[in-house]
């Protein structure tokens, strides 16, 4: 059975920054492209960003290009999303998601295989 869970979610202020992780198991990691959405109260799945499975090429939504970056670590089974400059608009649930392509950026939600829990971010002063 897939699990990916993440981690690392809080409350932050304006400007600050977070790390956010996801734990893969349950399937062979390296087969398997990333992707980071959020969603905000009300809202849907917004695309983040996502990264091949080799880690080399990271894809970004223009809202977070420069600030958020995505990497991975397929010896640990895991992808992270490190998060700079982080501002009110940035506030969700954050998710990651797991899709067995090799065709980059996948932004809609209904491509990806499997999903993690959510981890919450609140960026308030």
């Known amino acids: 059975q897939v699990h990916l869970i993440e981690s690392g979610g809080g409350l932050v202020q304006p400007g600050g920054s977070l790390t956010l992780s996801c734990a893969a198991s349950?399937?062979?990691?390296?087969?398997?492209?990333m992707g980071w959405f959020r969603q905000a109260p009300g809202k849907d799945h917004v695309f983040v960003g996502c990264?091949?499975?080799?880690?080399?090429?990271?894809y970004y939504a223009n809202s977070v290009k420069g600030r958020f970056t995505i990497s991975r670590d397929n010896a640990k089974n895991t992808v992270y999303l490190q998060m700079n400059g982080l501002n009110p608009e940035d506030t969700a649930v954050y998710y990651c998601?797991?899709?067995?392509?090799?065709?980059?950026?996948?932004?809609?939600?209904?491509?990806?295989?499997?999903w993690g829990q959510g981890t919450q971010v609140t960026v308030s002063s």
């Open positions: 998601a797991a899709v067995q392509s090799v065709m980059i950026p996948l932004r809609d939600p209904s491509e990806y295989d499997y």
């Open positions: 349950g399937l062979i990691f390296g087969d398997y492209a």
């Open positions: 990264v091949s499975w080799s880690g080399g090429i990271s």
